[in-house]
């Protein structure tokens, strides 16, 4: 019973451990650590921070430049994400093929819809793009990285929206 004992308790003072060194570590580099673990990154910020703050702050201090806009009572900061190339879709059988929704399972709007890498941008994300906020409700085999698609009532409205390289704002919420 000792032997089982020992065994469960040994991880847990391992992680003690290596958290407690992380920590000391973050304090001697501006609070944020990389592990790498191959495949897989995890990156421990401020103590009581989640990641999705990380990553905000990260976009924040990144930003050029950060705007500020009022929604009724709600504060919203605008956080450029940089220049991303813009083009354009529809529901027609060319664009999406059979799917008339988006994946998620939304029924498109033309000045509301997007798709984006959802890597970057998971779903529900609101973008400001040439002073217009859309919502993140599709992605596309061909959307990666820097590229959003923007959903038109018309293919020849997606084919006229051309391609464009267009600075991408994220539109932020305070908790």
């Given amino acids: 019973m000792g032997g089982t004992l020992g065994r469960k308790i040994f991880p847990v003072l391992l992680s003690a451990v290596i958290l407690y060194s992380l920590t000391s570590y973050a304090a001697q580099t501006d609070g944020v650590v990389l592990v790498d673990l191959g495949a897989a990154a995890i990156e421990q910020g401020p103590p009581g921070s989640s990641f999705r703050q990380q990553q905000e702050t990260k976009q924040e201090q990144q ?10 009572s709600v504060q919203e900061t605008e956080v450029s994400w940089g220049v991303f190339e ?19 399972e939304t029924v498109p709007k033309a000045g509301h819809t997007v798709a984006a890498d959802l890597h970057i941008f998971p779903l529900g994300t609101r973008l400001k793009i040439d002073g217009i906020i859309y919502t993140v409700e599709d992605r596309g085999s061909s959307v990666n990285d820097n590229h959003i ?5 018309t293919h020849q409205e997606a084919l006229d929206s ?14």
């Avoid at 050029?64 to 009724?72: F, L, M, S, T």
């Avoid at 813009?86 to 998620?104: D, K, L, R």
């Fill in 63 to 72: 930003a050029i430049p950060e705007r500020a806009g009022k929604a009724g």
């Fill in 86 to 104: 813009i083009t354009g879709y529809c529901a027609c059988e060319i664009c999406t093929g059979v799917n008339q929704f988006t994946y998620w």
């Fill in 149 to 153: 698609d923007i959903f038109y009532d």
């Fill in 162 to 175: 051309g391609r464009r390289y267009i600075e991408v704002f994220r539109i932020v919420e305070p908790d």
